[in-house]
């Protein structure tokens, strides 16, 4: 059994912003993970998201493969989720931005309503309302940041999110007793931030390190630790754009999905800033003493 990882809690819709983006700043630079409480997305819509995406990835492999993935949109189905030869036993949809002033919204693929009548609707609300928060939350990280909390916002990050809601299933049963086997192998998110609800199996570790630099990640011992589920609330962390936006201050951590031997469903959502924002060191996160790199 892996030690259990202690992640801070932050409350999004605290009065007190400085001491919450305090906080913020400590879990960033220390984990690059923690978890997201009071965010406004309600119980009952993650509940509806959880049903809709079981009954997804219950239906018949040929009507999923007819929506297989195209530009980032779409289904993946298992074992063809990972190029790596080891593999990853999971299925996958992914849904991107809907509101998009380019054609990229005609591009996100939708099951058929005669199948299953409520799936749109519900994920197109889950999404609105996540990225609601996303963007509530980097006014925080904002902050955190020593920076004005409308940063995100003036830079252009906010004027067409690449958001993309990816549903997630881990079947349970594997076909081979392979060790290398994962339901995720070991990675780190290549955006901004990511939010993520899980159904409460376990399965999912991060990779605590105490160097933060990309070359010196490779060569250091990985100490895995379970990432639990905490009801109600979304498990954020930061992904690599972040972690190089940020000079490297925060940290972008390894993490993993292991077979927990029982299905598994979760939902992720990343948060990366519009294609034509300019991303190149925070002003904050630079002297003299701790040069761009
Ligand atoms: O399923 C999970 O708990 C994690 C998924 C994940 O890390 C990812 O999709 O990037
Ligand atoms: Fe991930």
Redesign the pocket.
Known sequence: MAPILKLPIIDLSSPDRISTANSIRQACTEVGFFYLINHGVEEELRVRVFDESRKFFSLPLQLKLNLSRKEYRGYTPLDASSSKSEGDSKESFYIGPLEDITTQCKLNQWPSEEILPSWRPTMESYHRKVLSAGKRLLSLIALALNLDEDFFEKVGAFNVPAAFLRLLHYPGELESSNEDIYG?SA?S?YGMI?LLATDGVRGLQACFILVNTFLEKQNQPRIWEDVQNLEGAFIV?IGDMMERWTNCLFRSTL?RVMPAGQERYSV?FFLDPSPDCLVECLRSCCSESRPAR
């Open positions: 995720a990675h998110d990511t962390n993490h992720a």
